[in-house]
């Protein structure tokens, strides 16, 4: 069964840092992953996805299926960056999404 | 202006009683989704629906119950016999196309079961 695990709870860091937020998956077949954000009394919404291997907000997202991992990367993180951060699986047959636990970002002045 | 609208947004429920949560969307998807979000817990798919008339369980839609009638919108009923049903609810749309979709959220219903 497909498998999403976002190891930290909780990530605090520095403005002007960089920031990992790790995501591995386990899944049998060729993975299509999603980052999703809730940002506060905001709703749940995209933030990337990995075949547009795009860079929104200066996150970006590598699929490494060698270590089945897609980690989201920000070299310098900003205050505004503080959110709720959820790796996204949707796989099977009908492509349902399964989440991750999900890791809150706090980026301290 | 398009998107998915939930209500209510506040919910509070005694303990036996049913409650049906609203989710309703305009942007023609075919498919929409149920998920529970717990704090360390993640989102947990409830149920889901791809087409009018049809929807499949998730991996937690023991004490809830759907309909789909119609394309746009799919109530959730929480029932009595949800063993922990407060919680924040999140309805989700995308289009049913070949691969994944995009998930488009709404803002979410808060049960309180007092």
């Known amino acids: 069964a497909q498998r999403v695990t976002q190891p930290e709870k909780l990530l605090s860091v520095f403005k002007g840092a960089p920031v990992e937020l790790k995501c591995n998956y386990s899944y049998s077949g060729s993975p299509e992953l999603f980052w999703y954000v809730q940002y506060s009394r905001q709703r749940l919404q995209l933030l990337l996805r990995?075949?547009s291997r795009e860079s929104i907000k200066g996150f970006t997202a590598d699929l490494n299926k060698g270590e089945t991992s897609f980690h989201l990367k920000k070299p310098f993180a900003q205050e505004e960056d503080s959110a709720m951060y959820y790796c996204?699986?949707?796989?099977?047959?009908?492509?349902?999404?399964?989440f991750g636990r999900g890791t809150s970002l706090i980026v301290h002045p | 202006d398009g998107g998915i609208t939930q209500s209510p947004k506040y919910l509070f429920r005694k303990e036996g009683q049913n409650v049906t949560l609203s989710c309703e969307q305009n942007l023609n998807h075919d498919a929409m989704y149920w998920y529970r979000q717990d704090p360390g817990q993640g989102l947990r798919l409830i149920y889901y629906s791809q087409i009018v008339n049809d929807f499949q369980k998730g991996d937690i839609a023991e004490g809830y119950s759907v309909s789909r009638e119609k394309k746009e919108s799919f109530p959730l009923t929480v029932t009595s016999a949800q063993k922990n049903p407060t919680a924040f609810y999140l309805c989700?749309?995308?289009?049913?196309?070949?691969?994944?979709?995009?998930?488009?959220f709404g803002e979410g219903s808060r049960l309180t079961v007092l």
């Open positions: 996204a699986l949707p796989s099977g047959g009908s492509y349902i999404p399964t």
């Open positions: 990995h075949i």
């Open positions: 989700a749309s995308s289009l049913r196309d070949r691969g994944a979709g995009e998930l488009f």
